[in-house]
């Protein structure tokens, strides 16, 4: 098994940053894809980003790209969402979660193990 936890969310204004960070822990993380959803109230859960296990190839949302960064520290099993920029619309619960097998895709049904989420609020 896989242990997620998230943590860095928070209350922030438009137009800043916050850096969430997601710790693995129970299995070798370094093979693992990893990617970032997140789930605003009344909404389906949606694909934020996701990264290789060498942090080599990335993917983002088209409603991400250009502010947010996803990467990995193997040596610390934690991966990071760096985001910039943001607007009120990216506030949600963002999860992180870990693909045992796959390169990591935008389907959520790839990945194994999920995290409990943190709350990020973007306020106009």
């Known amino acids: 098994q896989v242990q997620l936890v998230e943590s860095g969310g928070g209350l922030v204004q438009a137009g800043g940053s916050l850096r969430l960070s997601c710790a693995a822990s129970?299995?070798?993380?370094?093979?693992?894809?990893m990617g970032w959803f997140r789930q605003a109230p009344g909404k389906e859960r949606e694909f934020v980003a996701a990264i290789n296990w060498s942090g080599g190839s990335t993917n983002f949302a088209d409603s991400v790209k250009g502010r947010f960064t996803i990467s990995r520290d193997n040596a610390k099993n934690t991966v990071y969402l760096q985001m910039n920029s943001l607007k009120p619309e990216d506030t949600a619960v963002y999860y992180c979660?870990?693909?045992?097998?796959?390169?990591?895709?935008?389907?959520?049904?790839?990945?194994?193990?999920w995290g409990q989420g943190t709350q990020v609020t973007v306020s106009s």
């Open positions: 979660a870990a693909d045992l097998y796959g390169p990591g895709s935008s389907y959520g049904g790839s990945y194994e193990y």
């Open positions: 129970g299995r070798p993380f370094s093979r693992n894809a």
